[in-house]
């Protein structure tokens, strides 16, 4: 099963729609409303299809933890609660699209190290992958121990303990 297909399957009350008029910078949008009350994601159709999986799963992090219009976030003023709904939403895209279990799955495929066979493996782009080991790296140091592997975050490296 793909990426995209998993990532669907854990939320089918959620709609999707690709919005050809949304700007490429803002990638997607997640909203709320009395037509769609179980939530809507609005992705651009303007990114390829490793682009999109990440923005969808920062999505389905809005669509699990925001609370309300944080769109002041991207504005001239800017809002401390929008700023941590925002960081809250893109931390549970970052579990959901590649939990710790990914990453030890890329080294039992032996595709661990190299950066582009990972990212394929994990369908995903690489900034999108930098962005996830700097955010774990934040948020558990150099190195985590996890389920009998220690994982380092910088350098990149797994050991199995």
Not at 16 to 28: E, L, S, T
């Amino acid at each position: 099963m793909q990426v995209r297909e998993r990532l669907i399957d854990q939320y089918p009350e959620v709609s999707i729609q690709y919005d050809p008029a949304m700007p490429v910078k803002f990638g997607g949008l997640y909203e709320r409303t009395y037509m769609h009350p179980n939530g809507l994601i609005l992705l651009t159709d303007k990114l390829n299809y490793y682009f999109e999986n990440s923005i969808l799963a920062e999505e389905y992090g809005h669509h699990e933890t925001s609370y309300s219009d944080i769109m002041s976030y991207y504005g001239k003023t800017y809002n401390v609660d929008a700023a941590r709904q925002e960081l809250r939403a893109r931390r549970f895209g970052h579990k959901l699209l590649i939990p710790l279990e990914q990453l030890i799955e890329c080294y039992k495929n032996g595709c661990w190290g190299d950066i582009y066979a990972m990212c394929l493996h994990l369908e995903i782009d690489r900034s999108y992958l930098a962005v996830v080991i700097n955010d774990y790296k934040s948020k558990f140091g150099l190195w985590v121990k996890y389920e009998g592997y220690l994982i380092g975050f910088e350098p990149l490296d797994i050991k199995k303990i």
